[in-house]
Each structure stands twice: as structure tokens, then as C-alpha cells.
């Protein structure tokens, strides 16, 4: 079966696995684990920050330094496509007390005047406009990115406006072997950084929330409150030093593989539009009397996977575990539903 679901469903390399097995490991709840200790330390200095912490998701992450950042009553500043908003179970409700106030950009991405016009007047009726959180790249806006040029401005207005500023970089090295720009622009520009290392870098657990020290000594704690104080979590983390150091170049290729299978689809009937493809995310419509279940039914019986994003509308994403041969399959199976 050829999965394109989602690049969380890679399984470890050969490497990775025999990274994972000569990990030295202790209790990490202690400080006590010497790769999770690694790990922690490889991307902080990555991004040019005193500290960072491991965690089991990217949600963690993402919620965690919501937490750190606000107060009840305050509120969050993020595009209506934000996986915050979408695929965390509104935790930042939930964990934090906290409102989110919504702005509709294009593709996932907002500007630095739309951010402006969103922050609230200081009103007792109005919670406190407080945090701005990014996404790159952007899931839901199909792997839509920003340029350091684009987030400066965006840097600048939170620093004039007392506003923190977040980045989940779920699939940040996706964008950064596109742009060129390095993690530690990156960091200049972010308070904080969620990067996650379970989609395109292939390892089977885990992100890291970076910053400065005490910041995340608050993380820390909030980890352990959230249930994600892990053990000898050197093993995974031995996956995740892998994945760093393996299989970050390797990225141009997923997203060169979803550029050749947008170029397909432009082409076929059945398709009413394709939205930009950017990098390993590529989101597509079908025409009217199409339903995605009906078209993903059809791929199934090809052996293909994929997942539905609205009535009308699939995913696909390319992975480590997608191969040229399994592309050849794929660009053939969309070729057949054409005739």
C-alpha cells in the first residue's frame, strides 16, 4: 500500500533504528537522560537559544508555550488555518484560559497589517490580545511557507505592540531547504519554536520547544503536568539526533515530488483546481458530481492512500518512505481515473 495520509507515517531507516539501539539513556524527568540531554542541546544551539525541551508532540509544544506565554483572559492572534486552531482539540482554551482571535489570510500565512488590525484596545470587556503564532509550514493552507522577509515585519510590530511571537514549525525544514534561510534567522525572529521531528524528518516521536532559559524552565514543568515527563526517552531522542543529521537535504525531494504530482493533476478532468504546492503538502479539488470519499475509494482498490480535506477536496503528502517507483504508480493510478 502506497500511504500519502500524511509524512507521519514513516517507519525508522535502518540507521535511525541502529542509532536507537546504541542510545545511552537515563531518566529523563531527572535530567538524567544523556541523549534526550543532547538532543535538547543540538537545537538550541540550532536556533540560537539557551535551552530547549523534548517533548512527545507537537501539540505539547505548541500548547505548552501558549501556556507559558499567556494569562487567562488573554487571547492568541493566528491565521483561521493555524493547526492550533484546527487540530489541537482547542487546548489553548482548555490548558490555558485563553481566547483566539482569528485572521483570514491566504494560503495560512498573515501579514503584519492584519496583525495590527486584529490586536484589541485595552478594555475590561476585551481580552488582552497577547501572543501571535505562525505555522510553517502551513498544513491546512497546503504547505504554504513564509520567507524571513515576510516575518520581520511581523517580528518588529510584536516588539512595538508587547506581543509575543511563536513558531509551530511543524515542517519548518520543508520551507528552510526551499528558502535557503537557516534556523538560526529563525530564532532571531521567534520567542519561541516548536519544531517537529515525526513528519518529514521521519523519526517515530517527538518535538522540541526551544527558547531562553526561563522560558523553558516553565515548559518543563507544564510537560510534566500534561503527562509528557518521559523516561529512558534517550532512545527516541537518538532517533530524532538521527534525523538532524541525516535527513534534512533530503526533504527537496519530497516537495519536488509533490510539485511533479500537481503538474499531473492540472492537466486531468476531474480536477477543478490545485492549490499552490510549496513544498510536501499538495491539496487539490475535484469538479462537481466528484466526492473525495468516492475518489479515494477508487485509489484504495489502486493500493493508494490518502485522506480527505472537505467534500471535495484530498491531500496528499510525500514522505521519506515515498519512493520514485511508488510516484511512477501513483502519476499512473491518476492517469487511469482520467479515461
Not at 14 to 24: C, F, R, T, V
Not at 77 to 102: F, K, R
Not at 236 to 257: G, K, P, T, W
Request: aromatic share 6%; with cysteine; glycine share 8%.
Amino acid at each position: 500500500m502506497i500511504n500519502l495520509i500524511s509524512d507521519t507515517v514513516t517507519k525508522p531507516t535502518p540507521g535511525m533504528l541502529e542509532a536507537m539501539m546504541q542510545a545511552e539513556v537515563g531518566d529523563d524527568v531527572f535530567g538524567e537522560d544523556p541523549t534526550v540531554n543532547a538532543l535538547e542541546a543540538k537545537v538550541a544551539d540550532l536556533f540560537g537559544k539557551e535551552a530547549a525541551l523534548y517533548c512527545p508532540s507537537g501539540t505539547m509544544t505548541n500548547q505548552i508555550a501558549i501556556k507559558v506565554h499567556t494569562q487567562p483572559l488573554d487571547e492568541v492572534i493566528c491565521d483561521e488555518y493555524s493547526h492550533i486552531y484546527q487540530y489541537e482539540t482547542a487546548g489553548y482554551a482548555y490548558n490555558s484560559g485563553v481566547g483566539i482571535n482569528l485572521i483570514k489570510g491566504t494560503n495560512g500565512k498573515i501579514t503584519a497589517e492584519q496583525i495590527a488590525a486584529a490586536i484589541k484596545p485595552r478594555y475590561d470587556w476585551l481580552p488582552i490580545s497577547r501572543l501571535v503564532v505562525l505555522e510553517n509550514t502551513c498544513n491546512k493552507g497546503g504547505g504554504s511557507y513564509y520567507r524571513l522577509e515576510e516575518i520581520r515585519p511581523i517580528q518588529a510590530l510584536c516588539r512595538e505592540k508587547g506581543l509575543a511571537l511563536h513558531l509551530d514549525g511543524a515542517r519548518l525544514f520543508n520551507a528552510l531547504v526551499e528558502t535557503g534561510e537557516t534556523t538560526q534567522e529563525v530564532g532571531e525572529v521567534f520567542d519561541s519554536v516548536s519544531l517537529c521531528l515525526s513528519k518529514g524528518l521521519g523519526a517515530p516521536v517527538g518535538s522540541v520547544l526551544v527558547g531562553q532559559k526561563e522560558f523553558i524552565q516553565q515548559a518543563r514543568r507544564l510537560r510534566k503536568v500534561m503527562g509528557g515527563g518521559m523516561r529512558q526517552a534517550g532512545y527516541l531522542a537518538a532517533a530524532c539526533i538521527y534525523a538532524l543529521d541525516h535527513h534534512v537535504d533530503r526533504l527537496r525531494e519530497d516537495n519536488e515530488r509533490a510539485r511533479r504530482i500537481g503538474e499531473v493533476l492540472h492537466g486531468l478532468n476531474y480536477v477543478e483546481s490545485v492549490r499552490p504546492v510549496q513544498s510536501n503538502i499538495l491539496i487539490f479539488d475535484l469538479k462537481p458530481g466528484r466526492t473525495a470519499a468516492a475518489f479515494l475509494e477508487q485509489l484504495e482498490e489502486r493500493e493508494i492512500s490518502a485522506s480527505a480535506f472537505g467534500h471535495q477536496t484530498v491531500r496528499f503528502v510525500t514522505h521519506l518512505d515515498f519512493t520514485e517507483a511508488m510516484m511512477d504508480k501513483v502519476l499512473t493510478a491518476l492517469q487511469e481515473l482520467d479515461n
